[in-house]
């Protein structure tokens, strides 16, 4: 039987999915087993359904299938997505994240990546038994069976649980011990990334030219950069950090230590100044190119009650700032005293000759 006549066979277009192709096998099963069905052709018609389904299975569901969630076989204690290799039957392909902090993906780093890889059983494709099953032994083939009778009411018939009311039992599989799947095989692959990968980067990793224990993988692997405490990336590479500083150390000139990528460094305050440019502290715009910049915003905290004795010396700072004059020693707040002086004197003026 060809692969397109077996489809046929089971009322399905060639592209159907796995689980299209299971779920039209046992209704037609059920419908055409010929302990329940008295056509002439039941027997003849039963022998097609399971040579059809036998086809297909071995044609490989993948081919069976437009749809990647149901292509491959798949396994639920992973997160694991993986593939068979088309020329190697032996080798996977294995999607998953890798997850770096902003420091690790700057500078680039080695990660040893372990998992499991966990294949369908290829003798049953996962079902957990064997194919074609024999009568089911509790219901006879008839799919049902007859429920203890409560006081009054008649004889229930229903669905045999042996069978799931198919008829036909379901033996399980020798190779797989009815579980479907084949026992997990793990790999352990060390992986380096490159410099200054981003978040959403997908990096694919050759299985061959690494140790993997007990199956060879090829991995493809998502950048998943972690939120920095103290940076901002942006997309020039630029890395943003707002700090809080002392006030008065801000006044002061003094020197503070800021993060960086590669760690703490100091930094002289500038009392003018609130940002500040580190070169080449950030993260490379392009593979191998430049790195570009930190920029550091200082946010100066001031206590929101003054102590005694800080209230005494800022009165002793604003009273030094004075000239002998007692006018302000400094130029640009002289000029603007003055013209505060004039304009006040102009404001007097103009009223008086309103009046
Ligand atoms: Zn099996
Ligand atoms: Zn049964």
């Not at 203890?148 to 069978?163: K, S």
């Not at 003055?338 to 006040?344: F, H, N, R």
């Amino acid at each position: 039987m060809k692969t397109e006549n077996a489809f046929a066979e089971l009322g399905l277009a060639p592209s159907a999915t796995e689980i299209e192709v299971k779920a039209a096998w046992r209704r037609l099963v059920s419908q055409w087993h010929p302990d329940r069905n008295d056509h002439t052709g039941a027997v003849a018609r039963m022998q097609r359904i399971n040579d059809a389904f036998r086809v297909i299975r071995r044609s490989g569901f993948a081919a069976a299938s437009g749809d990647a969630k149901h292509a491959a076989p798949r396994t639920e204690e992973s997160p694991d997505a993986h593939a068979t290799h088309a020329a190697d039957p032996q080798r996977r392909t294995v999607s998953r994240k890798i997850k770096l902090t902003l420091e690790e993906a700057a500078a680039g780093c080695t990660k040893v990546l372990q998992g499991q890889v966990t294949d369908s059983c290829s003798t049953c494709t996962g079902l957990g038994y064997r194919l074609p099953g024999g009568t089911c032994p509790q219901c006879e083939g008839s799919g049902e069976v007859r429920q203890a009778a409560w006081f009054g009411w008649a004889q229930a018939r229903v669905p045999c649980e042996g069978c799931g009311g198919s008829g036909e039992s379901k033996p399980a599989c020798p190779d797989c011990h009815g579980t479907g799947k084949l026992a997990p095989r793990r790999y352990k692959i060390t992986v380096r990334t490159p410099l200054g990968v981003r978040d959403g980067d997908l990096l694919h990793v050759d299985g061959r030219r690494t140790r993997s224990s007990q199956i060879h993988v090829d991995l493809h692997l998502r950048v998943d950069v972690l939120k920095h405490a103290f940076f901002e990336l942006e997309p020039d590479g630029t890395i943003r950090c707002d700090m809080p500083v002392d006030g008065f150390a801000w006044i002061a000139n003094r020197s503070i230590t800021v993060p960086t990528l590669g760690g703490p460094q100091p930094l002289q305050l500038d009392r003018d100044r609130l940002s500040y440019r580190l070169k080449h502290q950030g993260l490379p715009v392009e593979r191998r190119g430049p790195r570009g910049d930190q920029l550091v915003t200082v946010r100066p905290m001031f206590p929101e009650r003054l102590s005694t004795d800080q209230d005494i010396l800022l009165d002793q700072l604003i009273a030094a700032s004075a000239g002998a004059d007692g006018q302000a020693t400094d130029e640009r707040l002289r000029a603007w005293n003055q013209a505060m002086t004039a304009w006040q004197k102009d404001r007097v003026k103009r009223d008086t000759a309103h009046r």
